[in-house]
T-cell receptor
Framework: NAGVTQTPKFQVLKTGQSMTLQCAQDMNHNSMYWYRQDPGMGLRLIYYSASEGTTDKGEVPNGYNVSRLNKREFSLRLESAAPSQTSVYFC??????????????FGSGTQLSVL | QKEVEQDPGPLSVPEGAIVSLNCTYSNSAFQYFMWYRQYSRKGPELLMYTYSSGNKEDGRFTAQVDKSSKYISLFIRDSQPSDSATYLCAMTYTSGTYKYIFGTGTRLKVLA
């Protein structure tokens, strides 16, 4: 049972470099999310995709772009990485966003350091 | 003021103890309340969810919601070293705007 798979698990970037974090889910979920987790700040939503073909900003979207490639895959791109983007990034999925008892399923995370 | 407040811990207890983890919130519109468990270097996994006020029990875990006090709790009975993890509360409501808010998490260590 793969669930939500994220790649890579670790990444070190220099300021100004770009990269794409990949995420795929095999649970036939409609909705997918990108969160970042920082000490003392908890999980903060960057972007989400309620369904294939739609994306919306979350709480902290600046400096990021996303692509919902198909129902299974949702990527997060950092165009010009900054040290403030050093964080652990989690991809998640759910059956349908915005339902009252929505349950999120998370990947194992990507630890990103920007020097 | 954050919408959801959670004591970061760490909370250290001996094996077999009863653990109480808590969150407070400020928005009375929250309807569903979840607890996620996160092991070190892993993603959070859903542990329990409850709707509105009351208790829900699942094995050694009990989730409690007091909407009048805007306070939720997770109790762990007969705690085990394998329960050592960070516990995050989360809550959500549907009112046109998407809201799924997480607490910052409480780190729990159960000592053998």
């Amino acid at each position: 049972n793969a669930g939500v798979t994220q790649t890579p698990k670790f990444q070190v970037l220099k300021t100004g470099q770009s990269m794409t974090l990949q995420c795929a889910q095999d649970m036939n979920h409609n909705s997918m999310y990108w969160y970042r987790q920082d000490p003392g700040m908890g999980l903060r939503l960057i972007y989400y995709s309620a369904s294939e073909g739609t994306t919306d900003k979350g709480e902290v979207p600046n400096g990021y772009n996303v692509s919902r490639l198909n129902k299974r895959e949702f990527s997060l791109r950092l165009e010009s990485a900054a040290p403030s983007q050093t964080s652990v990034y989690f991809c998640a999925s759910s059956e349908v966003a915005g339902t009252a008892n929505e349950k999120l399923f998370f990947g194992s995370g990507t630890q990103l350091s920007v020097l | 003021q954050k919408e959801v407040e959670q004591d970061p811990g760490p909370l250290s207890v001996p094996e077999g103890a009863i653990v109480s983890l808590n969150c407070t919130y400020s928005n009375s519109a929250f309807q569903y309340f979840m607890w996620y468990r996160q092991y070190s270097r892993k993603g959070p996994e859903l542990l329990m969810y409850t709707y509105s006020s009351g208790n829900k029990e699942d094995g050694r875990f009990t989730a409690q919601v007091d909407k009048s006090s805007k306070y939720i709790s997770l109790f762990i009975r007969d705690s085990q070293p394998s329960d050592s993890a960070t516990y995050l509360c989360a809550m959500t409501y549907t009112s046109g705007t998407y809201k799924y808010i997480f607490g910052t998490g409480t780190r729990l260590k159960v000592l053998a």
